[in-house]
């Protein structure tokens, strides 16, 4: 059964950092292109970074370039994401999810999209406030 669990976000202050986890069970984590996904109130859900199973390209989103960073650790069958200089308009519930789509993200983000979403975790609340 795969299955995946976000932990890691909480209450942070304006230029804050915190490490999201997504532990992987059922499946190998390496085998899966698999991203972030943030979610406002009142918005859509949109592709913060997503990372390709097939040569290892990563995409992020225009909005969090620079600041976050995604990484895997296969040994320990987790998917990370770094967010470093945190700001109010990164609050969201951010998920991790496994895509359908299996090539690269050398050549742009349109498949880092909830669209091609297969398997989804529960999601996590991060929340960017003095």
């Known amino acids: 059964q795969v299955q995946l669990v976000e932990s890691g976000g909480g209450l942070v202050q304006p230029g804050g950092s915190l490490r999201l986890s997504c532990a992987a069970s059922?499946?190998?984590?390496?085998?899966?292109?698999i991203g972030w996904f943030r979610q406002a109130p009142g918005k859509e859900r949109e592709g913060v970074s997503c990372?390709?199973?097939?040569?290892?390209?990563?995409y992020y989103a225009d909005s969090v370039k620079g600041r976050f960073t995604i990484s895997r650790d296969n040994a320990k069958n987790t998917v990370f994401l770094q967010m470093n200089d945190l700001k109010p308009e990164d609050t969201a519930v951010y998920s991790c999810?496994?895509?359908?789509?299996?090539?690269?993200?050398?050549?742009?983000?349109?498949?880092?999209?909830?669209?091609?979403?297969?398997?989804w975790g529960q999601g996590t609340q991060v929340t960017v406030s003095s």
């Open positions: 999810a496994t895509l359908y789509y299996s090539g690269s993200f050398s050549v742009g983000g349109v498949y880092c999209s909830a669209a091609v979403g297969s398997a």
């Open positions: 059922g499946f190998t984590l390496d085998h899966a292109t």
């Open positions: 990372i390709s199973k097939s040569d290892g390209s990563i």
